[in-house]
């Protein structure tokens, strides 16, 4: 379906083409009432039909050339009413001024909240005075006709302000969503590089390490150190295309990829015990599951190889507990790491409202264990 088709009716945006037509027409329409009135009053045509053309006409390209309007009108709409011809209250010098008021920059000695208080209180008073003298009713339509002049003012600020308030707020939501997405990037990427890497550099200690004696078992950890980078590669490029276009490249991971996971780390010498239970789970949730557990599998290849670990994965009651488990030594037997895999975990954990722990067990080995909710 087309997006246009979902629009409600009498609600299409017009362009600027649109709205300049619209304003000639309200012009054209303007004028011929300011003539039947300059008619129907007995008024010489000779200084009606010009005064009426000078009022109404320039309306039709107010947007094109704001100021020079309104000030055209206005003098029109002022001389009309000092002639004594069929005034028009200032409501086409009010028209005039609405767009000089939306585009103009703001001038700090125009006080527009007290422009807009004080013309709505003489519209009011002005409705409801009751008659007066000749003199007191051609000063009463004068200053009525100034009030309309501030209430358009006022009118025009407004929808300035509120437009760049909406504009602001759009630029503040995109970068917060590009900060965001960035956060998410470089955190997919981290999980991705430490896995794949712990993975390479433990087999190929291992190669190293058998290369003299069993020249057999060091090809087969060269295999696995391919087999890693390639799909690690792939993997890379998955995320870096999404920078670089909207379109599907592929399914994010889940618990569907756990048992590769698996079967990486039994290859770096940890064997994975898989407990999961969990069904029905959004994407998102699965990605960040997945991410968690690869992780906590990461540090166990990195700093307890060889070992055994368990992970149980449970759903039910829309809660989802993630615990990672091994019989290592509990603490870090390899140099260096700065600790971004843990931080990594928990931001997830906290992103969902979540509670996240991590450290070495009272018998020994390491625990890492995560739970949030999630709607299904």
Known sequence: ????????????????????????????????????????????ALVGVPLAAAVGLPLAVRRLWPVPVFAAVLAAST?????????????????????????????RWLPTPLIGAASALLIFAGATVGPAGRHAEILGRFVLGLAVLGASWTLGRAVRERRAQTAHSARRLADQAVSD?????????????????????????VAVHVAPARPGEALDALRVIESTSRS??????????????????GPAPGLAGLPVLAERAAMAGVRVDLDVDASGL???????????????????????????????????G?????????????????????????IGMRERVMMYGGDFTAGPRPGGGFAVSAAFPYEP
């Open 232 to 249: 690690s590669l792939a993997e890379m490029r998955h995320l870096l295309g999404v920078l670089r276009t909207d379109a599907d490249l």
């Open 282 to 316: 959004p994407e998102g949730v699965e990605l960040s599951t997945y991410r968690i557990v690869q992780e906590a599998i990461t540090n166990v290849v990195k700093h307890a190889a060889p070992a055994s670990c368990r992970v149980r994965v449970r759903a039910g």
């Open 1 to 44: 379906m087309d997006e246009s088709e979902l629009r409600p009716p009498f609600c299409t945006r017009f362009g600027r083409r649109g709205l300049i037509g619209l304003d000639a027409g309200a012009a054209v329409l303007y004028t011929l009432v300011l003539l039947t009135l300059s008619a129907a009053s007995g008024e010489s």
């Open 79 to 107: 001389a009309s009413f000092a002639l004594g011809l069929p005034w028009d209250s200032h409501a086409a010098a009010a028209f005039a001024l609405y767009p000089v008021a939306l585009t103009r920059r703001r001038r």
């Open 181 to 205: 997405e960035r956060l998410r990037i470089a955190r997919e990427l981290h999980d991705v590089v430490a896995h794949s890497m712990s993975l390479i550099a433990v087999k190929a200690g």
């Open 318 to 342: 829309r809660r989802l507990s993630i615990d990672v488990t091994d019989d290592g030594p509990g603490a870090r037997v390899l140099p260096g790491g700065d600790g971004h895999g843990l």
